[in-house]
């Protein structure tokens, strides 16, 4: 196995922000700020017209949903 050419970064994990569930954070009752999100599927149809196979396929992609509301975590599609 190889070793990534990046410097190794000790990161103690209880020193960084939390993610929090921003739902209903413009509203008066405020945030949900949840911070336990599971991890949940989506599934998406590709069209045989698109499709690498030339078949009408499915698609998952793995998304996180606060644990309280359900609400998808959009602080991960930042980075997508
Ligand atoms: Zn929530």
């Given at each position: 196995?190889?070793?990534?050419?990046m410097?190794?970064?000790?990161?103690?994990?209880?020193?960084l922000?939390?993610v929090?569930?921003?739902?209903?954070?413009?509203?008066?009752?405020?945030a949900?700020?949840?911070?336990?999100f599971?991890?949940?599927?989506?599934?998406?149809r590709?069209?045989?017209?698109?499709?690498?196979?030339g078949k009408?396929?499915?698609?998952?992609?793995?998304?996180?949903?606060?644990d309280?509301?359900?609400?998808e975590?959009?602080?991960?599609?930042?980075?997508?």
């Amino acid at each position: 196995m190889q070793k990534p050419p990046m410097q190794q970064v000790q990161i103690d994990p209880r020193t960084l922000e939390d993610v929090k569930c921003s739902k209903g954070s413009l509203t008066p009752i405020g945030a949900c700020n949840n911070k336990n999100f599971k991890q949940v599927f989506q599934m998406k149809r590709v069209s045989a017209l698109v499709s690498p196979s030339g078949k009408e396929e499915i698609i998952t992609m793995p998304v996180f949903v606060c644990d309280k509301c359900g609400t998808e975590c959009k602080e991960l599609k930042k980075g997508a």
